[in-house]
């Protein structure tokens, strides 16, 4: 039976679609269409001239957002591709005119508990972590191949793991045992590195699946090519909301606003980046780490 919740909350969902500014006629391009959560509510609010733009590298998602807003009366086009090439996909498919692009980054909540992504250490599965599965290499390919500085810089630089070095030295004195190919060996390499966390804090492994994660998915790379695109594809009052979910996220997105404020494009809608009210909180915990910036672009 299908999930009554999709399979995933949307986070900040009212206060996107307060930013997003949508009337009925507008085309509004979701970058990561995921559940189709956001797009869902977006959609509601576009009319039979209206153009919903749905984006996701995974196209088990891509396919389910589909299937969700079938009933939407908007007109409506989907890509199975990276939003790093959001510039080229709607140039190819000769969409003009967007009124808002919105990025909500990260995962979904299904691809952090459904087996085969094998992105989470609650669930002991292969060692996968491609949100898309028909290309790119595994993160047991990066574990079991790449150098011990290598691993530490990946850790460090992706997820500001303090003990980068130990770790990558453990997984590398674990590899030499046996090949590291499930995500329950991977956590368990970790945590006898670095001792179990206390009780009530984050498991000692949420770092390195984080860092593995955004190194699998070209994360960073992924995001600065969005951003550049949606410079790129500006027009008067077109504007932009983006979710982050960490802080070398966020900060990539603050400085792109403020640089775009700089050079006369137009203006931040955000001064600090918005986060959950409680009552969010309560009811979604995993919105806790979101971080939303909007700007909106001026005549030029
Ligand atoms: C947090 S979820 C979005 C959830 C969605 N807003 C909803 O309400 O259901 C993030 C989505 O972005 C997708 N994604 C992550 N990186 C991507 C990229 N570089 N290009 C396109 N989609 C990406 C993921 O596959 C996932 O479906």
């Known amino acids: 039976m299908e999930n009554p919740n999709h399979g995933h909350q ?22 990561t269409a995921g559940r189709g959560g956001h797009a869902q509510a977006i959609g509601e609010r576009l009319g039979t001239n209206g153009t919903l733009v749905c984006i996701d590298t995974d196209e088990k998602n891509l396919q389910y957002a589909k299937t969700r807003l079938h009933a939407l009366p908007c007109r409506r086009r989907f890509f199975h591709a990276d939003f790093g ?20 980054l990260g995962v979904s909540t299904n691809q952090l508990t459904t087996e085969h992504y094998g992105l ?27 150098s011990e500085k290598e691993l530490a810089d990946i850790l460090y630089q992706n997820a500001d793991e303090r003990h980068s070095r130990r770790i990558a030295r453990a997984l590398v004195e674990g590899r030499k045992i ?18 179990r966390a206390p009780h009530g804090a984050a ?39 983006v979710i982050g979910f960490h802080s070398g996220e966020d900060r990539v997105i603050k400085q ?21 009210a409680h009552a969010e909180l309560l009811a979604n915990p995993r919105s806790r780490s979101a971080k939303l910036r909007a700007f909106e672009f001026g005549p030029q």
């Open 10 to 31: 949307p986070v900040l969902l009212a206060e996107t679609l307060d930013l997003l500014q949508i009337e009925a006629s507008h085309t509004i391009v979701d970058c």
């Open 85 to 104: 090439q959001l510039a080229e996909i709607l140039e190819i498919a000769d969409i003009t005119g967007v009124n808002a692009v919105l990025a909500d």
């Open 120 to 146: 989470s250490f609650s669930v002991d599965a292969p060692l996968d972590m491609r949100l898309n599965n028909q290309s790119g290499i595994t993160a047991a390919q990066l574990v079991n191949h790449l």
């Open 178 to 195: 046996q090949p590291i190919q499930t995500t329950g060996q991977l956590a368990k390499i970790v945590r006898n590195a670095l001792g």
């Open 203 to 241: 498991d000692a492994a949420t770092r390195t699946f984080q860092a593995l994660r955004m190194a699998v998915n070209h994360e960073m790379a992924s995001l600065s090519s969005l951003l550049d695109a949606i410079l790129q594809i500006r027009r008067p009052a077109m504007r932009a909301v």
């Open 256 to 276: 792109a606003m403020r640089s775009w404020q700089q050079m006369g494009y137009g203006s931040a809608l955000t001064k600090k980046p918005i986060t959950p």
